[in-house]
């Protein structure tokens, strides 16, 4: 549940052409270090990994390459930035005194290879969720059954992440993305415009199932980063989290799982035959999630599978 920018290190830039300010690469590597060794004990001790912010924060911003700040400019380079550096500097102040995070500074997170545009109203894409695009690609590998993989759906889309890893997984397929926040719809289909994806993707404003009415057993698969943490859990989330980020998107219900029991109970009426359902959960869940698929009684192949630090977060199961 950390909100560590993913991926500092991606090959896309988004310098907005426009805007562009010069400064002179010694003027900027002083500030830099300054803002590192700024940085207190305690906010070194963090559970954010600020140094990484800072450098996220100063690539998102200008155009040097992760290299580049492990060099000292020469005295004559001069370096472009989206913003005076006096701007930069008020947004990194922001990002210490008021905790929000490094993303809404500015407007941007990457997600797999995506360059995304987020809000508040929109979950920050975390790069733990960027698995279920790999699980939903194997599962159409090894499944003769969803070979012909071409009906999706995206349950609670957010910024549009899920549906442009999938659409972009599956060039044939079609994905139908649901949220019931209206902005977040807005902003998952601007995202799915600036990939060109908007064509792959049908967007519905609504509650989980309820705007696929008229597509039963046509799914060959459902993936879904539903919101999964209990209540009472919310408050004791990093401030970045629980003070800026949509609770719509993260409070699960009293133990965490209601959407979870929504969808594992209706999806079998959507997937066809052989058709997936891939789900993240939170840490702490898996047992309860696999009781919820078995008992739900049309599920075969039930699978727990662990994100990148062996922690068991996603389910996967198969329409009988
Ligand atoms: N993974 C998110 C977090 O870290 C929670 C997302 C969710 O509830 N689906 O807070």
Not at 8 to 17: I, T
Not at 256 to 284: D, K, T, W
């Amino acid at each position: 549940m950390v909100l560590n920018p993913s991926n500092p290190v991606q090959p896309q830039k988004s310098l907005n052409l426009n805007n562009r300010f010069q400064v002179s690469g010694q003027r900027l590597w002083q500030w830099y270090q300054h803002a590192i060794a700024d940085l207190s004990q305690e906010q070194l001790r963090s559970r954010v990994d600020l140094k990484q912010e800072l450098d996220w924060l100063l690539l998102e911003v200008s155009e040097l390459e992760p290299l580049d700040l492990r060099l000292t400019p020469s005295e004559s380079q001069q370096i472009q930035l989206q913003m005076p550096l006096t701007e930069l500097q008020q947004l990194w102040q922001q990002r210490l005194a008021e905790n929000r995070p490094v993303q809404h500074l500015t407007g941007t997170a990457h997600w797999r290879q995506f360059h995304l545009q987020v809000s508040k109203d929109v979950l920050i894409p975390r790069p733990e969720t960027e698995l279920l695009i790999d699980l939903a690609m194997d599962a159409a590998h090894n499944s003769a059954r969803l070979q012909e993989a071409n009906l999706w759906a995206d349950l609670g889309t957010g910024s549009g992440a899920i549906s442009l890893g999938l659409a972009m997984a599956f060039p044939q397929a079609t994905v139908h993305t649901v949220d019931c926040s209206q902005a977040a719809l807005a902003m998952a289909q601007r995202n799915s415009q600036t990939y060109g994806l908007d064509q792959q993707i049908h967007f519905h404003l609504g509650e989980w199932f309820q705007p696929l009415v008229g597509l039963e057993s046509q799914f060959s698969g459902i993936v879904s980063n539903p919101p999964y943490i209990p209540t009472a859990v919310l408050p004791t989330l990093q401030p970045e989290v629980f003070e800026y980020e949509p609770h719509l998107a993260l409070d699960g219900g009293t133990d965490g799982l209601e959407a979870m029991r929504e969808i594992v109970a209706i999806a079998p009426q959507y997937l066809q035959p052989g058709g997936v359902l891939l789900l993240e959960m939170m840490s702490g869940q898996d047992k309860a999630v696999e009781a919820l698929l078995i008992n739900q009684g049309q599920y075969e192949q039930i699978q727990i599978y662990p994100d990148l630090a062996d922690i068991p977060r996603f389910a996967q199961a198969y329409r009988i």
